[in-house]
């Protein structure tokens, strides 16, 4: 069964950086798009991004565009998440998900089972003011 891992979340300063990877296992994800997504604590979990699986089509949350960029290798089976200027609203614990198919739909940034099927387990991002 196909696994997802996320990485590279902590604590940093408001205006700073943070990478996050999403490492796949147990199958390739390369023929379909992932989302991020966070969710802040009393929160619902909301979309960030979405890449297609070529990496060809990318779309952001207007919160976030214009200081986050993702991107993916599919030859290490992995997805990122670069972010920068980073404010404390920022602040959840942000989560990768596989899509059903290849392109990111018109929806992409709802957390819906008929789109994304595996999920992450979160890494927790903290920024301080």
């Known amino acids: 069964q196909l696994q997802l891992v996320e990485s590279g979340g902590g604590l940093v300063q408001s205006g700073g950086s943070l990478r996050l990877s999403c490492a796949a296992s147990?199958?390739?994800?390369?023929?379909?798009?992932i989302g991020w997504f966070r969710q802040a604590p009393g929160k619902e979990r909301e979309g960030v991004s979405c890449?297609?699986?070529?990496?060809?089509?990318?779309n952001y949350a207007e919160s976030v565009k214009g200081r986050f960029t993702v991107s993916r290798d599919n030859a290490k089976n992995t997805v990122y998440l670069q972010m920068n200027s980073l404010k404390p609203e920022d602040t959840a614990v942000y989560y990768c998900?596989?899509?059903?198919?290849?392109?990111?739909?018109?929806?992409?940034?709802?957390?819906?089972?008929?789109?994304?099927?595996?999920w992450g387990q979160g890494t927790q991002v903290t920024v301080s003011s």
């Open positions: 998900a596989t899509a059903k198919v290849a392109s990111c739909s018109s929806m992409w940034y709802r957390r819906d089972p008929i789109f994304y099927e595996y």
């Open positions: 890449i297609s699986s070529s990496g060809r089509f990318t």
């Open positions: 147990g199958g390739s994800v390369d023929a379909y798009a």
